[in-house]
């Protein structure tokens, strides 16, 4: 069936039209997992005392957007970093192939940007949160994965995130390539210095846009 526009002039309608959609028909289209831009839960991982979190099972046969959530990530090292590296066919890519560039800022007044053609991991957030010094400090955002389960493309993702650092505001935004053609079927989150880290990150599966 075709669903309506709901508009000023609803009565005069003559055409069928798929742009806007009612309320009814949003719940309707969600309750048959429908809905274009819907996100489904893949996994989530709450982890401790950690200096790798592994997703391994990221349903990329299904989905070529996924999204992923990190939420009160902490470190215990200092000038630490949280990164990502993915897994081409189950063989995690550890060489200095990923590509990258991103943009830092502080309530401080300190900006900062950074950028490689040639990196074996790529950034998320950056610097020295959750020691000893600032118990509070933690970091939370969110990545953008596009065509992992594609062989015959590049994947790219974007990021961005805040969190706070010895009393100040930090933001950070980016993005990154890993560009080679490969069907990439898992992700990795590295922390760089710190064996002790700790958070929760939820990894999602972006439903493609239904058309009847």
């Known amino acids: 069936m075709p669903y309506g526009y709901l508009g000023q002039n609803q009565p005069n309608q003559t055409v069928s039209n798929s742009g806007v959609f009612s309320i009814t028909d949003v719940a309707e289209l969600q309750s048959q997992g429908k809905l274009g831009g819907s996100l489904e839960l893949i996994e989530e991982q709450t982890f401790s005392g950690v200096s790798v979190v592994d997703f391994t099972s990221i349903q990329e046969n299904k989905y070529d957007v996924h999204y992923m959530q990190l939420s009160n990530i902490k470190h215990t090292g200092g000038l630490d970093t949280t990164n990502f590296q993915l897994y081409e066919n189950g063989v995690l890519e550890t060489a200095s192939v990923y590509q990258q560039a991103y943009q830092t800022g502080t309530s401080g007044g300190l900006f900062q940007e950074g950028k490689s053609t040639a990196t ?93």
């Open 120 to 212: 074996d991991d790529t950034y998320w957030s950056y610097n020295n949160n959750g020691t000893t010094q600032d118990t509070k400090d933690s970091e939370s955002g969110y990545v953008y994965f596009y065509n992992l389960g594609n062989s015959s493309k590049y994947s790219f993702f974007t990021h961005q995130m805040g969190f706070t650092d010895l009393g100040l505001y930090r933001f950070s935004f980016g993005g990154a390539v890993l560009p080679q053609a490969s069907l990439v079927n898992g992700i990795r989150i590295k922390m760089h210095n710190s064996f002790n880290a700790s958070g929760t990150a939820k990894l999602y599966g972006v439903k493609q846009i239904w058309v009847t």
